[in-house]
């Protein structure tokens, strides 16, 4: 293991974003290492308590994106033990600043949980799911009281833990909807995985225009014939209010990307034109977009 460059300063350590993840099992563990991936750590999952200092280094080495590492500790790794106040402390003194989310649950809940998956609780033994999840709580004491955040995901669905890890770990922007509108020609076949498909073949052909027809929908000269076409404004208005509509539900059940497909015949012609005006007026209402175009080139 490489050492830690001892004479970084207290400042570079500290710009190492750090998340300790634990709690007890059937708590929502997993919903928030997702989470905690979505707003940009990089999660290592069920990490010894032993490596923690080693991960925290390394983290702070590699810099970029690792830079923002999530460590998610399970009671069910055999390095586990009690003494986590002890190894947030070694952090510390390292100069890191970590913080400690602790997700819990009542017991009522965790055991509806486990019943209803038909799996047992890790530390339950022979005993009952009741037995497992008070051993658990007994071994997690010191956890739960030196965290820094805990979650009660009792009366939390799925969607709503996310959003709240992403509210306290995540900014505005890691959160938005990211839009990517796509051309593409019908001729190869439909994108996979459109969200949304407009169909552009209402609108006459370039293709059959011949000072157009070796150009693209990128130039000026295509973009111009296509947009001025009758319906062609109103077709993508209409689009870019639908889907600026349903942008905040979309974000609000988790989803963070969006695939807009719009086609024509070949791909190169009305679908590239339309795509670069859908993008623009996207932008233009303040959602994340970016244009892409499948099978220009190909034919």
Not at 81 to 95: K, M, N, P, Q, V
Not at 127 to 155: N, Y
Not at 239 to 266: D, H
């Amino acid at each position: 293991m490489p050492e830690f460059v001892a004479d970084a300063t207290d400042s570079d350590e500290a710009a190492t974003d750090l998340v300790v993840v634990t709690g007890v099992s059937g708590g929502g563990r997993s919903t928030v290492a997702r989470a905690l991936e979505n707003v940009g750590f990089y999660v290592v999952d069920n990490l010894p308590q032993a490596l923690m200092l080693d991960m925290a280094q390394l983290a702070f080495q590699a810099g970029g994106a690792a830079r923002r590492t999530a460590m998610v500790l399970d009671v069910r790794s055999r390095a586990f033990s009690t003494d986590l106040a002890g190894a947030i402390h070694a952090l510390r003194e390292r100069g890191f600043s970590p913080r400690v989310l602790f997700v819990d649950a009542e017991d009522d809940v965790l055991i509806r949980r486990f019943e209803s998956v038909r799996r047992s609780h890790p530390l339950q033994g022979d005993g009952r799911l009741a037995d497992g999840i008070a051993a658990e709580r007994k071994l997690l004491a010191e956890a739960r009281e030196q965290s820094d955040v805990i979650i009660d995901t009792s009366h939390l669905n799925v969607n709503q833990l996310r959003r709240r890890v992403e509210e306290l770990f995540g900014g505005e922007d890691v959160r938005r909807l990211r839009i990517t509108v796509l051309s593409f020609g019908f001729k190869y076949g439909l994108p996979p995985d459109a969200d949304y498909v407009m169909d552009a073949r209402f609108l006459p052909n370039p293709f059959w225009v011949p000072d157009l027809r070796d150009h693209t929908g990128l130039e000026e000269a295509v973009s111009t014939y296509v947009l001025d076409q009758e319906g062609a404004g109103d077709f993508v208005k209409t689009y870019a209010g639908l889907i600026a509509a349903t942008a905040s539900g979309f974000e609000r059940e988790g989803k963070r990307y969006l695939t807009v497909a719009v086609g024509c015949t070949g791909g190169k012609h009305r679908s590239v034109a339309i795509t670069e005006e859908l993008t623009a007026q996207l932008r233009d209402m303040r959602l994340s977009a970016h244009s892409s175009h499948r099978d220009l080139g190909r034919e």
